[in-house]
C-alpha cells in the first residue's frame, strides 16, 4: 500500500511554461485535493475533488487546472507558471470528506519557476 | 470563509518540558479541528483531532483542548522530546465542507 504518491519531487519552469503534477492514491478514497504550502502561510486549498468526474475550486484556483478521470488519479495543470506560483505541492486524499477526515498527504513537489 | 489564526509561530523548550500552540477560528459552523504535525522535509501528518461534541481529547503526551463559545482551540504536549521537532499545523473545516482552513504553523524546537 504506497499510500498518495505524487511526481516529480522537485521541478524547475521558466515563466510561460506549463506542467502537469502527478497524484495517484492507493487506498480507494474518494475525496482528493491539491493544496500549496508558502512561508508563513499554512496550506491552502488550490483545487479538490469528491469522487471521478467531478472537480471544485478551492481558496486559490487562479492558474491551475484539475481533472478527475479515475478515483486514482487526480492530476494539477499549470498552464502558464508564473513566478507567484513557485510553492511547495501537496496531493491530498481522505476515505471521507475533507471536512471531517484525516488527510492522507504525498511527499510534495517542491516547484521553482524562473 | 474561515480564517484561522495560530500562536505562536516559533516556539523553543527545553527537553522534558510541555508545549501549548494555540489557535483561533472565525466561523462558528466550523466542527472539525484536527492538527498536523510536518517534520523538516516531510509530509504533513494527523497527530490528533477533536470534534466540536466533545471538550478535550488526548493521546498518550498529546492533548487537545476546544472551547467552542471562544472558538479557539489549543495542542498540548507533555514531557517533550527532540523528536517532536516539527511544524505543527491546527485546522478548521464546517460539515459538508471540503475547503478546510489551515493555520500558518509553529515551529517547535525541543532542545535536548
Known amino acids: 500500500n504506497a499510500g498518495v504518491t505524487q511526481t516529480p519531487k522537485f521541478q524547475v519552469l521558466k515563466t510561460g511554461q506549463s506542467m502537469t503534477l502527478q497524484c495517484a492514491q492507493d487506498m480507494n478514497h474518494e475525496y482528493m485535493s491539491w493544496y500549496r504550502q508558502d512561508p508563513g502561510m499554512g496550506l491552502r486549498l488550490i483545487h479538490y475533488?469528491?469522487?471521478?468526474?467531478?472537480?471544485d475550486q478551492g481558496e486559490v484556483p487562479n492558474g491551475y487546472n484539475v481533472s478527475r478521470s479515475t478515483t486514482e488519479d487526480f492530476p494539477l495543470r499549470l498552464l502558464s507558471a508564473a513566478p507567484s506560483q513557485t510553492s511547495v505541492y501537496f496531493c491530498?486524499?481522505?476515505?471521507?470528506?475533507?471536512?471531517?477526515?484525516?488527510?492522507?498527504f504525498g511527499n510534495g513537489t517542491r516547484l521553482t519557476v524562473t | 470563509g474561515e480564517n484561522v489564526e495560530q500562536h505562536p509561530s516559533t516556539l523553543s523548550v527545553q527537553e522534558g518540558d510541555s508545549a501549548v500552540i494555540k489557535c483561533t477560528y472565525s466561523d462558528s459552523a466550523s466542527n472539525y479541528f484536527p492538527w498536523y504535525k510536518q517534520e523538516l522535509g516531510k509530509r504533513p501528518q494527523l497527530i490528533i483531532d477533536i470534534r466540536s461534541n466533545v471538550g478535550e481529547k488526548k493521546d498518550q503526551r498529546i492533548a487537545v483542548t476546544l472551547n467552542k463559545t471562544a472558538k479557539h482551540f489549543s495542542l498540548h504536549i507533555t514531557e517533550t522530546q527532540p523528536e517532536d521537532s516539527a511544524v505543527y499545523f491546527c485546522?478548521?473545516?464546517?460539515?459538508?465542507?471540503?475547503?478546510?482552513?489551515f493555520g500558518a504553523g509553529t515551529r517547535l524546537t525541543v532542545k535536548p
Open positions: 485546522a478548521a473545516s464546517k460539515p459538508n465542507n471540503n475547503d478546510m482552513r
Open positions: 475533488s469528491v469522487g471521478a468526474g467531478i472537480t
Open positions: 491530498a486524499s481522505s476515505y471521507g470528506s475533507h471536512a471531517d477526515s484525516p488527510l492522507h
